[in-house]
């Protein structure tokens, strides 16, 4: 028997050249040992002397790497990985930096503003917020730096780009810039925000913004505090100056708050300083605007702090002046109208709180005249009612009613009557007129006597022989003066005087 030398095995009667990724380093081997990982034996039993030891194996070149034993090739490492030496038996993800194609011995740096994907077989832009000078990694912005200096919101700001860490600017990554004034970097660092309300960033490259201190507020850009206006104040954080509420003032700049307006004085919100009502008006409770002074009230000075009462006899309209009431009228108790004094009172001079009866045998009449009033004012009554008490006119008294009333036939009333009443014609006489002024008007009866005082017509008087139809108490006989007693006999009675009834006479001898 021939024993089958190395580099070969025995195989179907035969000795055989080991194939690929093996070798026989003994004679009258069975079997091919594999070359082990990392390495790889390509000849595929064509020459046995390459077969022959271990040492024929080949450690798989840069870039390469085998997992497995008996291998005939080794595998390119993929995209993403790399192998710097010979006989690995894996591949090495890359830290920094990418592999782009297989095989690949070492990780090369991506271009400026990018960076590895996840799997390390490609560049891409770096994400917002983060930045990539060497194209290794992409890394956070510092604080108060952003991709987006601007942010999203659109709204710019105040100064130039500042120094970037890549020291370029790209809004894909290419730099980071610092945050213009009134924004400040977010934690992700993707934008620059605005400040928040109440808050500000001067400087440029700001990680956080600051509180506006009481009396001060941000500008409209975030970028600095201004102080508030007369009128206005505001508290630390406030985003804007509030107008001062009604009844208070501020009349500096930057206050932080407002002072309560003096006792009288008024001020609407967001004024800078408190004013006395007009007269006439008075602050209301909220002292914020002013209200007028109640009818019945006045106010003379602005100074004054309340409305006082009109005086007796004045009356006032809501926000005027007091005024007296003309002759002839009276102030109410609430000073608030003057009215007509009642039938028969009178007021005889201005500014009366009351009216007074006229005298006895007078009635209330009215009158005509001009008058002057307060300072500076001119007040022209051209009549009045009820302003003047005088008698009535001849043949008339006062009646309740407060007005003259004419007499009745049969009386009268003189000038020179003060008795508030008219008085009859006397006994003989008669009057049939009414408003009769002097009792020289009473009509002398053509009998020379009537049934009593008060006769109206001349058919009431009494004419002896003609109407003498009345009779005197018996035993009397009717006497009257410059008649005699023909034809009258104690029979004959009359409802005359009694005293004009007298005892019969006898006969003259």
Known sequence: CVECSVGRYWRDGSCVVCPAGTYADTVASLTCAECPAGKYLADDGVEW???????????????????????????????????????????????????????????????????????????????????????LVCDLCASGKSTSPFGDDGVGGYGGYGGGDSGGYGGGGGGCQDCFSGRYSSTDRKECLVCPNGTYSQDMGAGSCDRCQRGKVPDLYKTYCQN??????????????????????????????????????????????????????????????????????????????????CADGEVSEAGGDCMQCPQGKYANSNHTDCEQCAAGTVTLTFGKSECEACPTGTVAASSTFDYFGPPNWIHRQMSCDNCICEPCPPGNVPNSNGTCTECEAGKYAGAENDAAKCIACPS??????????????????????????????????????????????????????????????????????????????????
């Open 228 to 309: 508030c206006q007369p009128g206005t104040f505001s508290l630390s954080g406030d985003d804007s100056c509030t107008n001062c509420p009604g009844g208070r003032y501020s009349q500096n700049e930057g206050s932080f708050q407002c002072t309560q307006c003096d006792l009288g004085k008024v001020a609407p919100a967001g004024y800078v300083q408190c004013d006395y009502c007009y007269p006439g008006h008075i602050a209301n409770a909220a002292q914020d605007d002013c209200e007028p002074c109640a009818a019945g009230t006045y106010k003379n000075q602005e100074s004054d702090t309340s409305c006082t009462s």
């Open 49 to 135: 002397r390459l077969h022959t030891l271990e040492a024929v194996c080949s450690p798989c070149p840069l870039g390469t790497f085998s997992n497995r034993t008996g291998v005939s090739a080794c595998e390119d490492c993929p995209a993403g990985k790399f192998v710097a030496s010979q006989g690995n038996t894996a591949c090495q993800t890359c830290k920094r930096g990418v592999a782009l194609a297989p095989g690949a011995i070492q990780c090369e740096p991506c271009s400026t503003g990018q960076g590895p994907s996840s799997n390390r077989d490609s560049c891409e832009d770096c994400e917002s917020g983060r930045y990539s000078t060497a194209g």
């Open 428 to 509: 003989g006489t008669y009057s049939n007129v009414t408003g009769l002024s002097w009792e020289g008007g009473c009509l002398e009866c053509p009998g020379k006597t009537t049934p009593s005082d008060g006769a109206t017509s001349i058919d009431m008087c009494i004419q002896p022989g003609i109407n003498q139809s009345f009779q005197c108490v018996r035993g009397k006989v009717c006497a009257i003066s410059g008649f005699e007693g023909v034809g009258l006999v104690d029979s004959h009675q009359m409802a005359v005087k009694m005293e004009a009834c007298l005892l019969p006479q006898p006969d003259p001898p």
